[in-house]
């Protein structure tokens, strides 16, 4: 059986620009009576995410967090001599296999619908695993079978993905 040990901490903070609302007011929590500010986890965790110590630490395994990682495909087909259109339509079951794929009628770029609608999160080998299988797509000008997409989601996560989400 195992043991687990949580811990419940308080601590303080000065009273600056902590954390705000959608309003842009200090979010608040009432306790014992008394309203006092609020700092959520979701704060704290992307202070530490972004700490210069924690990407010193953990350098190489820190994840993505990106919309367009199929448009990083696209563009390496695209530098390759492959037109623009044609690239996005290679890369489309790329992009499907992180999420959904963006189908705008007027699009901003070329590009633009070589992107998912949602960030995703990406560890460094599932982007250099997406940057082989582009030179490769476009070394054989054809586009990515569902098969090889498939493969490119690996179990392995970032560190920071799996310590917060």
């Not at 619908?113 to 460094?124: K, M, R």
């Not at 490769?136 to 920071?160: C, G, Q, W, Y």
Request: proline share 3%.
């Amino acid at each position: 059986m195992t043991t687990f040990i949580q811990l419940h901490l308080l601590t303080a903070y000065p009273a600056a620009n902590l954390n705000r609302d959608d309003t842009g007011a200090p979010k608040t929590v009432v306790l014992g009576g008394a309203t006092r500010l609020r700092i959520s986890s979701q704060s704290l965790k992307r202070a530490w995410r972004t700490s210069e110590l924690f990407e010193q630490a953990l350098a190489g395994h820190i994840g993505i967090r990106t919309g367009r990682i199929a448009r990083e495909a696209a563009q390496i087909l695209v530098d390759s001599g492959i037109d623009a259109k044609k690239a996005v339509e290679y890369v489309k079951n790329i992009a499907n296999c992180f999420g959904k794929v963006k189908e705008d009628k007027k699009p901003k770029d070329e590009l633009t619908n070589a992107e998912t609608e949602q960030l995703v999160h990406i560890s460094p080998a599932e982007f250099e695993a997406v940057k082989a299988l582009a030179r490769r797509l476009a070394e054989e000008k054809r586009p990515a079978i569902e098969e090889e997409a498939e493969l490119l989601r690996h179990d392995r996560m970032a560190v920071d993905i799996a310590m917060f989400g």
